[in-house]
């Protein structure tokens, strides 16, 4: 029987998703213990997209196969009972066998958030990203038209990305501002490594007025990661959605808020 469940986590306490030889405290690697102790035997699961350490999720979509019978319902509330409180599972059901988490999946979205004032903020520690310089969010978004459509991002990607091509498609780049927080939300196809990153750096640079919108173009132009920005923060980034086709039946949970 193959399981999706979709979940949420607090990325400042993993080193990222995926599970280390090291022993390292990661997000896989305490849902396979807590879906172990519910199945009885040793659980795998596949997520949708790994994150960084220090990124979070609030629908994070995974899947596993498994001979163990059990209730949506136990694998929800058993493995909540089993893993660490900055992990909860919000959902599960069974899949055929020809869904996958990561290669059904046609879309992502993230949001990366920015406290946009003089001081810091303790209470939202790990959880957002802070900048000091104001941040002018015409700007930014003018800046983001020129990363829509399906384009080369070699420029946006860690030099150490794995992916066997550069080419992405950005459908949405939105930039808005509510009170002190700078929102910028982002959704494509798929995501190359640090490319959300990346791009928030870049936008902040021209945020705060250090660069012309238009370089955000120009950075995606020269193809080389050494033209772009400083990568943002971990910190302030947030898988919010996953998306699959409708036969999969995959829940889709209204997750437009930002908990911090």
Known sequence: M????????????????????????????S???????????????V???????????????????TEAERSAQ???????????????????????NDFHARFSAFSRRYRYVI???PVRSSLASGRI???????????????GHYLLGEQDFTSYRAVACQSNTPFRNVTRLDV????????????????????????AGVLMDIGAGERSPDWAGEVLAARDRTAGGVTAP?????????????????PHLSNTRLVW
Request: hydrophobic share 45%; proline share 4%; aromatic share 10%.
């Open 2 to 29: 193959r399981i999706a469940l979709g979940m949420e986590y607090d990325g400042q306490h993993f080193r990222g998703w995926q599970a280390q030889k090291s022993g390292l405290p990661t997000v896989q690697a």
């Open 31 to 45: 849902l396979q213990r807590g879906l172990s102790r519910v199945a009885n035997v040793p659980v795998a699961v």
């Open 47 to 65: 997520c949708a997209g790994r994150t960084d350490a220090g990124v979070h999720a609030l629908e994070q979509v995974v899947h596993f196969d």
């Open 74 to 96: 136990s694998w929800v509330r058993g493995t909540n009972t089993n893993i660490e409180r900055a992990i909860t599972v919000l959902w599960a059901k069974p899949v055929s």
């Open 115 to 117: 406290l946009n004032r």
């Open 129 to 143: 990203t802070w900048e000091y310089r104001p941040l002018d969010v015409m700007r930014m978004a003018e800046a």
């Open 176 to 199: 808005s501002r509510h009170d002190d927080l700078v929102f910028i939300d982002i959704e494509a196809n798929a995501f190359l490594h640090h490319m959300v990153r990346n791009i």
């Open 234 to 250: 971990p910190h302030g980034l947030y898988l919010m959605a996953v998306g699959y086709p409708s036969e999969f039946g995959v």
